[in-house]
Nanobody, 119 residues
Framework: VQLQASGGGSVQAGGSLNVSCVAS????????IGWFRQPPGKEREFVAA????????YVTDSLQGRFTISRDSAKNTVLLQMNKMKPDDTAVYYC?????????????WGQGTQVTVSS
């Protein structure tokens, strides 16, 4: 299994940015895939997850209303749309995949993509 993240970059506060991740390998479409992020000097934290076939999309409470996760199973791709961004959203964003629907300890990780929000 391999995860390839793309997107990210720099944006001003209030703006929008998308990050996407392509999964390759056997049975990836049957797994839960999602996003974590690691702000500078802080621990990695869960952002969002979505299940097989786009079931049960979930965004962590503090980001609901601004972030949306979606999945294109035909393309083995997951998309994280980030709106009304804040400087606190600055982090390295990682996609992750696992059979655990809650992604408590994902087995597979992408390489990370930097997102920077300036005030």
């Amino acid at each position: 299994v391999q995860l390839q993240a793309s997107g990210g970059g720099s944006v001003q506060a209030g703006g929008s940015l998308n990050v996407s991740c392509v999964a390759s390998g056997r049975f990836v479409n049957t797994y839960t895939i999602g996003w974590f992020r690691q702000p500078p000097g802080k621990e990695r934290e869960f952002v969002a997850a979505i299940g097989w076939g786009g079931r049960r999309p979930y965004v962590t409470d503090s980001l609901q209303g601004r972030f949306t996760i979606s999945r294109d199973s035909a393309k083995n791709t997951v998309l994280l749309q980030m709106n009304k961004m804040k400087p606190d959203d600055t982090a390295v964003y990682y996609c992750a995949l696992d059979s655990d629907p809650r992604l408590r300890s994902p087995k597979y990780w992408g390489q990370g993509t930097q997102v920077t929000v300036s005030s």
